[in-house]
């Protein structure tokens, strides 16, 4: 069943451009993983908060996706601009 993930985090002071750029580079290969449906970064208007909004074929497959970032340091990486570890949530559609 298709899920929507909720990727959420408050971002450390002055590194905003540094975690853009980081994104920018990642997100085309993430699109590319098997179950990636979509994926896209967006940031609040002061540029304090990054939500990652994501659809993926199944949780199983995002997990999978997750435990590869997290083996490949990619994560601890991301986390190290943030403040604390993201919230992630998992939705289904009605259907």
């Known amino acids: ?8 985090a408050p971002i450390k002071s002055g590194n ?6 980081t994104l920018a580079n990642a997100l085309p290969e993430t699109r590319t993983k098997d179950g990636c449906q979509s994926v896209t970064a967006n ?13 993926w074929d199944s949780q199983a497959q995002y997990e999978k996706y997750l435990a590869w970032r997290t083996e490949t340091g990619f994560l601890g ?6 403040e604390g570890q993201p919230s992630i949530r998992f939705f289904e559609p009605l259907e």
């Open 77 to 82: 990486e991301v986390v190290s601009m943030l």
């Open 43 to 55: 940031f609040d208007a002061d540029g304090t908060t990054l939500v990652l909004v994501q659809h």
């Open 16 to 21: 905003l451009e540094k975690l853009k750029a």
């Open 1 to 8: 069943m298709t899920v929507t993930v909720l990727v959420e």
